[in-house]
């Protein structure tokens, strides 16, 4: 680890200790306090290159009408990271591992996702060539079954598929810098915030089969904030807080042919980067999200369709591990 960043963090506890204490120097320790704390912390030069190594788990709660909470449903998946030399694509992505815990407890893993490796790619809209966020292929979430043959409904589907958009959104697109408009680049000093170049942005999330062409997610204000420092794992780090604002999306599902279930929405998530000052990686991500949705389902002959409200509560944390950590079950 580089003297500089430990220094800084050194100096903020010190200086933070020392303010109680002779009157007399007050104001020089609230000087160099200051000082510190109006720094240019360097956010946007380029990563440290090498392996690394995540862990991310992601778990969801529903909730009745009276407010009674569900049990919760899980989604934990490994990812490992290689740095690319090839301009076209920044990373290479392997997921190890994918676990899906059902609200009963049991556990199953996802075949079609474990070992899968794929490019990640950073463009100017965050598309790629086929309209792919982040260039994830939706094809790879299609007809998704578990560990033992059982089929994945589209619901399923669609939340394993967004772990790893939230994954790529948080750690490779809030983390680093944007090619246009703002981002982590121009956070510079703690305490000031800018709206993210992906603010109101409009995704697809069409993942062929049973989610139909025309569904949706769209963000609200996207901001970062540099919040302040801390330390993980013994590293200095700057935490980034980030903010969705009002964002909402569209579902069109088909589960049988003919058979087409309307769901619209609202989501808010919010939540902290801890990004490293040596090696500009994500040590760790805590994200909350709260989602209200109503889904339209038809019935046989004239009958009124069949409304089906829902709120949920997401929550996720994202860490980085070593490679001991990561290569054990």
């Excluded at 290159?49 to 992601?58: C, L």
Aim: charge should be neutral.
């Amino acid at each position: 680890m580089r003297c500089e960043e430990i220094r800084i963090v050194l100096a903020v506890f010190t200086l933070v200790a020392g303010l109680g204490h002779t009157p007399a120097r007050a104001d020089e320790r609230g000087s160099g306090l200051k000082s510190v704390l109006t720094r240019d912390f360097g956010l946007g030069k380029k990563r440290s290159p090498g392996t690394q190594y995540f862990a991310m788990e992601t778990s969801w709660v529903s909730f009745g009408p009276d407010g009674k909470r569900g049990e919760a449903e899980t989604y934990r998946a490994k990812l490992k990271c290689v740095s690319l030399a090839n301009a076209a694509a920044s990373y290479r992505y392997t997921c190890t591992r994918f676990i899906y815990v059902k609200p009963d407890g049991t556990q199953v893993t996802i075949p079609a996702l474990e070992g899968w490796t794929y490019a990640f790619k950073t463009t100017e809209t965050g598309f790629d060539e086929n309209g792919y966020v982040f260039g994830i292929d939706h094809a790879r979430f299609q007809h998704l079954t578990d560990d033992s043959g059982t089929p994945l409904g589209p619901d399923k589907s669609y939340l394993m598929y967004n772990s790893f958009i939230d994954f790529h959104a948080f750690c490779d697109h809030f983390a680093t810098p944007v090619v246009v408009g703002q981002g982590i680049q121009h956070l510079t000093r703690i305490g000031q915030r800018i709206v993210h170049a992906s603010a109101h942005s409009k995704a697809p999330v069409n993942l062929g089969g049973n989610i139909k062409k025309g569904s949706f997610f769209k963000n609200g204000e996207i901001t970062l904030t540099l919040k302040g420092l801390s330390i993980i794992d013994d590293s200095p780090c700057a935490i980034v807080g980030f903010d969705s604002g009002e964002s909402s999306f569209h579902m069109l599902m088909e589960p049988t042919p003919g058979l087409e279930v309307k769901s619209v929405g609202a989501s808010h998530y919010f939540g902290d980067i801890y990004v490293d000052l040596r090696s500009k990686w994500p040590r760790k991500v805590d994200m909350g999200e709260s989602v209200i949705s109503q889904t339209n389902v038809p019935m046989p002959g004239t009958a009124p369709p069949m409304t089906i409200d829902s709120i949920q509560e997401r929550k996720t944390v994202i860490e980085a591990v070593t490679k001991e950590v990561f290569e054990r079950d």
